[in-house]
């Protein structure tokens, strides 16, 4: 069992930044891909960000330039530094945990609100 506890949410203006934080306890390992992934008011959830073995990141492509996804393996934690923020990006962000590259996420954390004036 996996347990994702994220942190960092909050409001901030347009072309502000924010820091997400993701801790993860219980069965977590390095080959794990950890991500984030993101919900808006009557949307689908969609892909952010992925990291896997430390360093290998994927992003989708409204956030590349914008977003930066890291992990601490030593901590079980993973970032997700969001800078250049726009309204759109306004959402509940929810961190995720896959067991082995290429599988969908098992274990999501209960989510951090984020909310970008204009």
């Known amino acids: 069992q996996v347990q994702l506890v994220e942190s960092g949410g909050g409001l901030v203006q347009t072309g502000g930044s924010l820091k997400l934080s993701c801790a993860a306890s219980?069965?977590?390992?390095?080959?794990?891909?950890m991500g984030w992934y993101r919900q808006a008011p009557g949307k689908a959830r969609e892909f952010v960000a992925t990291?896997?073995?430390?360093?290998?990141?994927n992003y989708a492509n409204f956030v590349k330039g914008r977003f930066t996804i890291s992990r601490d393996n030593a901590k079980n934690t993973v970032y997700l530094q969001m800078d250049s923020l726009k309204p759109e990006d306004t959402a509940v962000y929810y961190c995720?945990?896959?067991?082995?590259?290429?599988?969908?996420?098992?274990?999501w954390g209960q989510g951090t609100q984020v909310t970008v004036s204009s």
């Open positions: 990291i896997y073995s430390g360093d290998i990141t």
């Open positions: 219980g069965s977590v390992f390095s080959r794990n891909v």
């Open positions: 995720s945990l896959a067991t082995y590259l290429g599988r969908s996420p098992l274990y």
